[in-house]
């Protein structure tokens, strides 16, 4: 579910690629007034004493990975816009998006979900050629062109097949281009009206947006308009993972955090090497 | 003919103490023999009919207390901050804690539908005393990574952790209750679950 939270998010974040410079500059100036909750964060930081607390140890807790969950220097950026993503989320997408499935069928909005997805392959393939993985861009364009001459891109024939060669979409993008690049992941950032993301992620995005044929080749309203309504078609997976995630928590910036952070992680889209890529060089872990 | 009885009995009374001398379960096998035991009973049609579920409803709540480890989640939630709870906050944090985590996901049980769970493998850690079993559980033709991190107590294997996509309960819990910790005390924070678990268990009967 939470995968699809995420997939969704990417989706949406994707449709709003055009505005993304402008929350970058915000991204630069929250950087420097918010430079005391991070100091907060650093003296909160859990140390390691070897003393005994109840069968706690090094196995899971209190270790570097763990404090990297609660990097968060520009949480007063962060916080104002959790909490008006949230009142986006729960007062105008949930309500929409409830009217909007009782009047079309799930059938339907699983073959926009895959239209979409299959119009964005552009995106998918230019990204794995940026990262060496010339491989995964032929599958993409394989795929892409066996759905829409099947469906003209209705359908997700291709994964009805079973594959020769992985398939990873998840990776596909630019966020994780510039990670295998080497650039560092960057802290926690919450992207208005989109979700959350980290400093890289946002930067990756914006260089997505370039990467859309439809950008170029229609009007940016009507690509816009597109690309929301594409992402708003598949709002129900991400609200309702969501809603998972936040109503058992005391605290939900906190818990959507660590959620967002422990996943992005699980999926290895924080790495600044993808796995692969260290496999081509063996040499390099070994120093 | 009173050796043989006395033959008989002795062979009789060793066999009966056998499962106590056996090997002891691995982690692994433990998780799988819980979660088999736990599926099977949701399994049981009469789980379906208002009749049959309390019953097995309370069947299934003893497996889960076997086989996950309360008084470790509490403790593992609450971090380093536990040696400053009183015995009495302890215990007090554990019940309002239990009662928060049954009160989330006791619903979700409801919803079974013959999902499957395939065990994909082992990580141990921490000098071979706690195991990550890792399986995968596959539901509306999806496939979502779950693990149990797992310890060994008084004998047996329990469950201190579980991880969902790589999100773990206890660390997304910690990371909350230190910031609460940061600016209050114990009891508030023992209220404040005390609270949301209350607020969990309204929600569950509004929505019925």
């Known amino acids: 579910m939470q995968r699809l939270f995420f997939a969704a998010l990417l989706a949406l974040a994707l449709a709003c690629g055009t505005a993304c410079s402008a929350h970058k500059d915000a991204a630069a100036s929250a950087e420097g007034e918010l430079s005391a909750p991070a100091a907060q964060v650093a003296s909160a930081a859990p140390v390691d004493d070897g003393e005994d607390y109840g069968g706690l140890d090094d196995y899971d807790d209190f270790n570097e990975e763990d404090a990297a969950l609660q990097n968060d220097p520009l949480e007063g950026w962060n916080r104002f816009w959790f909490h008006v993503n949230d009142w986006f989320l729960q007062y105008v997408v949930k309500p929409l998006h409830k009217g909007y499935a009782f009047i079309v069928p799930e059938k339907i909005r699983s073959g926009i979900s895959n239209f979409a997805h299959n119009v964005a392959f552009p995106v998918r393939m230019a990204n794995s050629l940026l990262q060496g993985e010339f491989a995964q861009a032929g599958v993409e364009f394989d795929r892409s062109l066996v759905n829409f001459m099947v469906s003209l891109g209705f359908a997700d024939v291709a994964s009805q097949s079973r594959p020769l060669y992985a398939y990873h979409p998840e990776t596909e993008n630019f966020d994780y281009t510039l990670g295998v690049w080497g650039v560092p992941d960057g802290p926690y950032f919450i992207i208005p009206f989109l979700g959350p993301s980290t400093v890289r992620g946002a930067v990756g995005e914006t260089g997505d947006g370039f990467m859309k044929p439809q950008n170029y080749a229609l009007d940016w309203e009507v690509s816009l308009a597109a690309s929301t309504f594409f992402s708003f078609n598949n709002a129900d997976s991400l609200y309702k993972a969501y809603d998972q995630i936040t109503e058992s928590a005391l605290e939900p910036y906190v818990a959507l955090r660590n959620a967002y952070l422990s996943m992005r992680r699980h999926q290895m889209l924080n790495m600044t090497l993808s796995s692969t890529a260290q496999d081509k060089v063996p040499e390099v872990e070994e120093q | ?208």
């Open chain 2, 1 to 208: 003919m009173k050796i043989k009885v006395f033959l008989l009995s002795l062979i009789v009374f060793s066999l009966a103490a056998l499962p106590a001398f056996a090997a002891p379960m691995t982690a692994r096998q433990t998780a799988e023999a819980g979660a088999e035991r736990i599926l099977g009973l949701l399994s049981d049609p009469a789980f379906k009919t208002p009749e049959g579920k309390p019953a097995i409803r309370a069947k299934v709540e003893e497996e889960l207390l076997n086989l996950f480890d309360f008084e470790e989640f509490s403790t593992r939630t609450v971090g380093p901050t536990w040696r400053q709870f009183t015995p009495q906050q302890k215990e007090d944090f554990k019940t309002a804690f239990t009662d928060l985590l049954r009160n989330t996901y006791i619903d979700t049980l409801d919803e079974y539908n013959g999902q499957k769970v395939r065990f994909t493998g082992e990580v141990s850690g921490g000098n071979g005393k706690r195991v990550e079993v890792q399986m995968e559980f596959l539901a509306d033709q999806k496939v979502y990574p779950v693990a149990f991190r797992m310890l060994e107590k008084n004998n047996r294997w329990v469950v201190y952790d579980v991880l969902i996509e790589g999100i773990s309960m206890i660390k997304n819990y910690r990371d909350q209750f230190r910031d609460i910790l940061n600016k209050n005390n114990p009891q508030e924070l023992i209220d404040r679950v005390k609270v949301k678990a209350e607020e969990q268990k309204n929600k569950k009967k509004e929505e019925k």
